[in-house]
């Protein structure tokens, strides 16, 4: 297509939100002409769809519950007012606490102002919070956030040594719907065991987001933590960044949660329409069916070219990855659909890995996110008439013609400026694009059988090294290779991951487990002794 087709082609595609702040270019998208028009059944279906999940109908089949992160900026949309009610009243309280603790309503232990906030959690509550953090924290806000998103000891303790001799001003808030979740729990712990080596009491700066009843909700009122904040049945971790998960949060550190709210509630309004090309999430949705087939047979590259942007990626992943990744479809049709998600920042992407887009295996297609505002103040000039700021916007630009005139498939989504405003359109943008790409699939893109497989085989993973332990410690004179160890507590099969458990438990002092290696034995016939 020459450039004049493809300026005409970007016109009559272009969609623009001036109210958005938003605009989204599809016209290096391939489809042809009439494919709106073949898509009109799938996407108005799909509309229905979403109609029926807003009005609360069960779309958890599996644990039934609805899905309502939609009422969560627009309370009025709950399907009974007692949830209306709770939406808003957990709203106020937020406010209240974020006001209590600023104003040094409530302080310290050593009678100080709070200046810091850990947040402990996993996967979507974290990954939301810390997205806000970065996309929107500035040096002079009130508290400084840190997060435990992982149980890595390693990690834990690097986030405590940028905290120091701060913890005694940190406010740990503790986030898990279940109470249950492993990750969560184990942060909890670490962060509890360091309140207690500084001589701190942990419950007088402990704040739980939980649900109602859960073993982190009865640990909070029975160590009459600060408080307590509702997690719903029916926002699912990966939609929870308009819940208490990612306002209490971002609260804290200062931000605007009235505008994250204010920006996600208009752009619901706007891709509620059913006219889809005037609706961005529809017109995301459809471009992913039109780049994979319907069928994932493509990666999504999220290059978001903005560094507070640069966590974008990973939200969209979970987003994505743990809503379309599916085995069955809704009719329980086998058809392992899903689509992968990676990316980096721009320019880094640039000295990363466009290489392989432009030249090798044409297996993806790619989303540019730009922001017009470089920066609140002037820039200087780096070259005659260049800022840096431009330089990012012609790298940008260079490399989308670049993929372009190699047939490489993009689209562009711009937005004004990153503010709390444009971060809650970013978010329901996306939340709704992936429901509706999965209506256009026939899958159900609000529950996630895998995640709790991989939970179960974790479990079964603790209770044999709990066998292990128990095997090796009752016989301290004896050692054993992981043959024998397997064959010892009769479980043969399992005689892999039974070497992997004795490698981890004799590289740590914990378990006092030696291991015993002559020189040139092979490493899967070490020896495992406990010591005594």
């Known amino acids: 297509m020459n450039p004049i087709e493809l300026w005409q082609r970007y016109k009559t595609y272009l969609f623009d939100n001036r109210q958005l702040g938003l605009t989204l270019d599809i016209s290096r998208m391939n489809f042809k002409d009439g494919f709106f028009d073949q898509m009109r059944p799938l996407i108005q279906k799909a509309f229905s769809a979403m109609d029926t999940l807003e009005a609360g109908a069960i779309a958890n089949p599996d644990e039934q519950r609805m899905v309502g992160h939609y009422w969560l900026r627009n309370p009025a949309l709950a399907p009974t007012p007692e949830l209306r009610t709770e939406i808003e009243e957990t709203l106020t309280a937020i406010k209240t606490f974020t006001r209590a603790i600023h104003s040094g309503g409530i302080t310290s232990q050593a009678g100080k102002p709070f200046t810091k906030v850990l947040v402990v959690g996993i996967g979507g509550s974290a990954l939301g919070p810390q997205f806000a953090a970065n996309a929107l924290g500035n040096p002079n806000d009130p508290m400084t956030p840190y997060f435990f998103d992982n149980t890595?000891?390693?990690?834990?303790?690097?986030?405590?040594?940028?905290?120091?001799?701060?913890?005694?001003?940190?406010?740990t808030v503790v986030i898990s719907k279940s109470g249950g979740t492993v990750e969560t729990r184990n942060g909890m712990l670490e962060a509890k065991a360091a309140y207690t080596a500084q001589g701190l009491d942990f419950a007088r700066a402990a704040v739980a987001v939980t649900g109602k009843d859960s073993n982190l909700d009865k640990i909070a009122i029975a160590e009459r933590w600060i408080q307590r904040f509702p997690m719903w049945d029916w926002v699912g971790g990966r939609t929870s960044e308009t819940s208490a998960v990612g306002l209490l949060p971002a609260a804290l550190q200062g931000l605007d949660v009235d505008a994250i709210l204010a920006g996600a509630r208009l752009c619901?309004?706007?891709?509620?329409?059913?006219?889809?090309l005037a609706n961005p999430s529809a017109i995301l949705a459809l471009m992913w069916y039109h780049a994979t087939n319907g069928c994932g047979s493509r990666d999504m590259v999220i290059l978001p070219y903005k560094d507070r942007l640069?966590?974008?990626?990973?939200?969209?992943?979970?987003?994505?990855?743990?809503?379309?990744?599916?085995?069955?479809?809704?009719?329980?049709?086998?058809?392992?659909?899903?689509?992968?998600?990676?990316?980096?920042?721009g320019t880094t992407d640039q000295h990363a890995y466009i290489q392989q887009l432009r030249d090798g295996v044409n297996n993806f297609f790619v989303t540019f996110v730009e922001v017009l505002k470089d920066r609140n103040t002037p820039s200087m000039q780096v070259e005659t008439d260049f800022t840096t700021g431009d330089f990012l916007s012609a790298f940008l630009l260079g490399t989308r013609s670049a993929l372009y005139g190699n047939a490489r498939e993009s689209m562009t989504?711009?937005?004004?400026?990153?503010?709390?405003?444009?971060?809650?359109?970013?978010?329901?943008?996306?939340?709704?694009?992936?429901?509706?790409?999965?209506?256009?699939?026939?899958?159900?893109?609000?529950?996630?059988?895998?995640?709790?497989?991989?939970?179960?085989?974790?479990?079964?993973?603790?209770?044999?090294?709990?066998?292990?332990?128990?095997?090796?410690?009752?016989?301290?004179?004896?050692?054993?290779?992981?043959?024998?160890?397997?064959?010892?507590?009769?479980?043969?099969?399992?005689?892999?991951?039974?070497?992997?458990?004795?490698?981890?438990?004799?590289?740590?002092?914990?378990?006092?487990?030696?291991?015993?290696?002559?020189?040139?034995?092979?490493?899967?016939?070490?020896?495992f002794q406990a010591s005594t």
């Open 268 to 276: 619901d309004e706007v891709t509620r329409t059913k006219d889809a």
């Open 310 to 345: 640069q966590l974008f990626t990973k939200y969209l992943q979970q987003l994505i990855m743990e809503s379309l990744g599916k085995e069955l479809d809704s009719d329980g049709k086998l058809v392992n659909q899903g689509i992968t998600v990676y990316g980096n920042k």
């Open 413 to 527: 989504i711009t937005i004004d400026k990153i503010d709390p405003f444009s971060f809650g359109v970013l978010v329901a943008l996306y939340e709704r694009a992936v429901g509706l790409y999965a209506s256009l699939i026939n899958i159900n893109a609000y529950h996630q059988p895998g995640v709790e497989a991989g939970k179960k085989e974790a479990g079964k993973v603790v209770k044999l090294q709990q066998a292990i332990l128990s095997l090796l410690r009752g016989n301290p004179t004896v050692s054993y290779t992981a043959e024998d160890t397997a064959n010892a507590i009769n479980l043969p099969n399992d005689v892999e991951t039974i070497f992997k458990i004795l490698l981890h438990l004799s590289a740590n002092p914990n378990h006092k487990i030696k291991q015993l290696r002559p020189e040139h034995t092979p490493l899967t016939a070490s020896r």
């Open 152 to 171: 890595d000891p390693d990690g834990m303790d690097y986030v405590l040594g940028q905290i120091g001799t701060g913890l005694s001003e940190t406010l």
